[in-house]
């Protein structure tokens, strides 16, 4: 056992100096880092270790698509769908379109007209189909010949349309976000209907909720005038007075027409206000709305609520306008946000949150700094004190365990979490434990009376196989704690798992090189052990 | 220089003989857990129940709980918790889940800043959502549940399977006192307690295994000896490894739990609480057991009924095979299934 091969040892001191290397750039400060940083190319930048949202604050928010909402729409779709069909072969019904939860029925009396309209709605399901891409069909036809057709969204359409919704949400969110002008990010789709946005060393979690949590969609319609059919018009609330407003349901322009959106100020007043500009055809449907209707209230509605609705004085043909509503130059910022990012295709909840303030971050990673030095202190002067020499030994191996761990999880680009730092404290503790079994065993093999040399090479040997099992089973619960946890949780089963890993190359061989290089130097004549 | 020795030299202590003392109180203990958590229910945190945690920090001073208190009571949030935490300034307000959804639960924490704002800095926010909290209990248990099956299927394939079976008993054993615990002193239970208990799963295996690993190898080793008699002898011989590696992780435990701050805190006194557990089972509940299940050593009686009587004679077999020590060539050739140890 004493003898080791050459290339063995240039290979664990490469490792070693190559972990030392790629962790020492995470132990500058950050302005040195910098320093440093600023002189090499991009490619040579050191990567320094990731910290978790626990550690250098930030906000993890869990989005979920509003799947009533999605339905709700779907639905509303619908009826118009069917009310344009059963109006282009001139069916008559009887009773009206009776709107449900999930879609719409109606009553045709007359088989013919029966026969007549249900290609097209089997053509209507089709179209759905082809625009969601689902395989099995969006909408359930169901005819149950006395008359009555009912046609609803199937479970499969409404998982498709969250589906659609969420990727085209990612989209919009990661514009929204950019705007606020933080770095780095993270929006991940999450399932089918979820999305986790994890924004780094935020200073106002609040906005980025408000931004998230809003559709904003926008759009231009026309105050409803006295004796207007009340079939056309809607009540909807008011975000500056109490009370609804009623409006044509008529949509005029739309926000999608939109090209740019940028805050500033009222000219005569100094209120912040909201000014937008519209593309070509926005700006033609706007300026023909204004000029047919001089004298009448224009609603600016946001996510179903009337925002203003100023008086149209002069006909708008220059495409471009502004909306005021008694903002605060926060809510003027955050809606020109919005409405540059795009709306929302679907309502999105906040279902869950977790915002870490920086203050609190820093107190946390001083902490877990505090705690490991003071764990690997303890441990190392227990090792030294009931092992002696091979106690050292055991010790440069811990050290440059811990440094192996920090290098992996640095090069894995995995993230440091609190959790995590429990975990290598922990692994401190149980790295030890290999050395422990292949001291004890070499410990009794020299009270049993074997040699020196033979006790050493028992003491690994038996130990070795020991060692293997009990980390599998360790490693084992490592593992199935990184797919099954989150967030943090799975930060400390990578750190438990590295540090599992390392174990096995630093407490065994690393250990047994120490002891072979010191054994042909000192030569002893009984283990001091 | 004199070195530390926390276990002494060459212990006999008749560990089998405890399994008389030892199964009752597990399973007294066992039973206690299991009505504790039954009926005094477990501080669950809000990854499990929702609801919201709003960690503050006075802007100046210290922080007021009872005025916190009162602001709190006027919001009308249901039930809140408010409590000192940490150090002098800070404090924690938490409410339960709000009728009316996520989208009631996110307006309610905005109420709670408002409200604070002018003397308080917001340190941490987390709210969790119903659905989010269900599936969160889902995931740990399964998690829990799926560990132990995949180890046991290790040990089955890497030893006899009674070892894998004791393994598995012993390491439920301190999962249930473990749970009971949490229950019994009330810590917080959240991810990070699926966390703990996972690695305590993974520690008391570690332990066990050990064990095992030397039963094993000594019962190739002592053919003609008692399964109770080799039981004792390999908890003995492997017994200093057992004290030194449960102090050294106790000891980095304890300097988490001293330093680690407040929210790794019911973490690491779980961890404690769960070393303890672990290395009591693996000598008192996990050995025993294989004499239960019947295991034998090749050509020895039954073990179990004579283990007493014979504790006095280890000393002969022993000391019979120890001038021989580089013979594991017949003892592997007999190893059966098992697979050979590396020696």
Redesign the interface.
């Known amino acids: 056992m004493l003898r080791f091969a050459t290339w063995k040892i240039v290979a664990i001191l490469g490792m070693t100096f190559a972990a030392i290397l790629v962790v020492a750039p995470s132990l500058l400060s950050p302005s040195s880092y910098e320093a440093l940083a600023s002189k090499l190319p991009d490619w040579a930048r050191p990567p320094t270790i990731v910290l978790g949202l626990?550690l250098q604050g930030g906000s993890n928010v869990?989005l979920?698509v509003d799947k009533p909402s999605v339905l709700h729409t779907l639905a509303m779709n619908l009826r118009d769908d069917a009310r344009r069909i059963l109006r282009e072969e001139k069916v008559a019904i009887t009773g009206g379109i009776g709107q449900q939860a999930r879609g719409v029925q109606f009553r045709v009396p007359d088989a013919a007209d029966r026969a007549k309209i249900m290609p097209k709605l089997k053509a209507l399901a089709q179209s759905y189909s082809n625009r969601l891409g689902a395989g099995a069909p969006p909408l359930d036809i169901e005819d149950s010949g006395d008359g009555l057709i009912r046609v609803t969204v199937t479970d499969t359409g409404l998982t498709e349309k969250v589906r659609r919704a969420v990727d085209q949400s990612i989209e919009v969110i990661r514009r929204r976000i950019d705007q606020l002008g933080t770095r780095e990010p993270s929006i991940q789709r999450q399932g089918d209907d979820r999305i986790v946005v994890q924004v780094p060393g935020l200073q106002d979690?609040?906005q980025l909720?408000t931004i998230l949590?809003q559709t904003a969609k926008l759009e231009f319609r026309l105050v409803s005038e006295p004796g207007e059919n009340p079939a056309d018009v809607e009540e909807l609330e008011q975000t500056e007075q109490a009370g609804k407003i009623g409006v044509e349901k008529q949509v005029m322009v739309q926000g999608e027409d939109l090209t740019d959106a940028q805050p500033g100020f009222d000219q005569r007043g100094g209120e912040p206000v909201v000014n937008f500009r519209f593309n070509i055809k926005g700006a033609q449907k706007f300026g023909e709305v204004t000029s047919k209707n001089v004298g009448r209230l224009f609603a600016i509605v946001l996510d179903n609520k009337v925002i203003s609705a100023p008086r149209i004085l002069t006909p708008i043909t220059g495409g471009s306008g502004q909306i005021s509503g008694h903002f605060t130059v926060e809510q003027a910022n955050n809606l020109s946000i919005l409405l540059r990012a795009g709306a929302l295709p679907a309502k999105l909840?906040?279902?869950?949150?977790?915002?870490?303030?920086p203050?609190?971050g820093q107190?946390?990673i001083d902490?877990?700094k505090?705690?490991?030095y003071?764990?690997?202190g303890?441990?190392v002067v227990?090792?030294l004190?009931?092992?002696?020499v091979f106690g050292v030994f055991a010790n440069l191996a811990l050290f440059v365990h811990i440094a192996i761990i920090f290098a992996g999880l640095i090069l894995l680009g995995s993230t440091l979490t609190?959790?995590g730092?429990?975990g290598i404290?922990?692994t401190?503790?149980?790295a030890?434990?290999s050395n422990?079994?292949i001291y004890?065993r070499i410990?009794?093999?020299q009270?049993?009376?074997?040699s020196i040399l033979?006790s050493l090479d028992?003491g690994f040997?038996?130990a070795?196989?020991?060692i293997v099992?009990?980390?599998?089973?360790?490693f084992?619960?490592?593992a199935?704690?990184y797919f099954?946890?989150?967030g943090?949780?799975r930060g400390?089963?990578v750190s438990?798992a590295l540090g599992i890993l390392t174990t096995i190359v630093t407490a065994v061989t690393m250990t047994r090189m120490m002891i072979a290089v010191w054994y042909h130097r000192a030569r002893p004549t009984r283990l001091?052990? | 220089m004199k070195l530390l020795r926390l276990a002494p030299e060459n212990t006999k202590f008749p560990f089998m003989r405890f399994r008389r003392v030892s199964y009752p109180m597990s399973a007294a203990l066992s039973i206690m857990a299991v009505l504790l958590f039954v009926f005094v229910h477990m501080n669950f945190g809000i990854d499990f129940a929702g609801g919201t945690v709003i960690e503050l920090r006075a802007k100046g001073g210290s922080a007021e709980v009872g005025t916190l208190r009162a602001i709190a009571e006027k919001l009308s949030l249901g039930d809140v918790e408010v409590q000192a935490f940490g150090s002098q300034a800070d404090a924690t307000l938490r409410f339960g889940l709000q009728p009316g959804g996520d989208v009631a639960q996110q307006a309610a924490v905005e109420r709670v800043r408002n409200a604070v704002e002018n003397d308080y800095d917001v340190r941490r926010v987390e709210v969790v959502g119903p659905r989010v909290s269900g599936e969160l209990v889902q995931s740990g248990t399964l998690g829990v549940v799926l560990s132990i099956i995949a180890v046991l299927g290790y040990l089955w394939f890497r030893f006899e399977w009674q070892f894998a079976i004791s393994a598995v008993i012993a390491t439920m054993h301190d999962l249930l006192l473990t749970v009971g615990f949490f229950a019994l002193t009330q810590l917080e239970f959240n991810t990070t307690s699926i966390a703990a208990i996972l690695t305590i799963v993974g520690y008391s295996l570690n332990e066990t295994v050990v064990v095992l690993d030397r039963i094993r190898e000594m019962m190739r080793k002592y053919k003609k000896m008692s399964t109770a008699q080799i039981i004792d002898m390999s908890i003995n011989a492997v017994l200093p490894r057992t004290i030194m590696t449960a102090t050294t992780v106790f000891l980095a435990l304890l300097s988490l739990a001293i330093f680690g701050g407040q929210v790794i805190r019911s973490f690491s006194f779980a961890m404690i609480w769960g070393i303890v557990v672990a290395t009591y089972s693996s000598v008192f509940i996990c050995s025993p057991m294989l004499i239960y299940l019947g295991l034998r050593n090749e050509d020895g009686e039954r073990a179990g009924a004579s283990a007493e009587e014979e504790a006095e004679k280890i000393e002969k077999p022993k000391k019979a095979a120890a001038p021989a020590p580089a013979k594991p060539g017949p003892a592997r050739a007999s190893g059966k299934k098992t697979k050979p140890s590396t020696a």
């Open positions: 626990d869990m979920e979690p609040e909720k949590g909840n906040i279902v869950e949150e977790r915002t870490v303030g203050g609190l107190d946390s902490a877990g505090r705690a490991a003071v764990g690997a303890l441990v227990y090792m004190i009931t092992y002696g609190l959790p730092i429990a404290v922990l401190i503790g149980m030890v434990d422990v079994l004890e410990r009794e093999e009270h049993a009376g074997r033979a028992a040997n038996r070795f196989a020991t099992d009990s980390n599998v089973t360790m084992v619960a490592a199935i704690l099954l946890g989150s943090p949780v400390f089963a438990l001091p052990i």
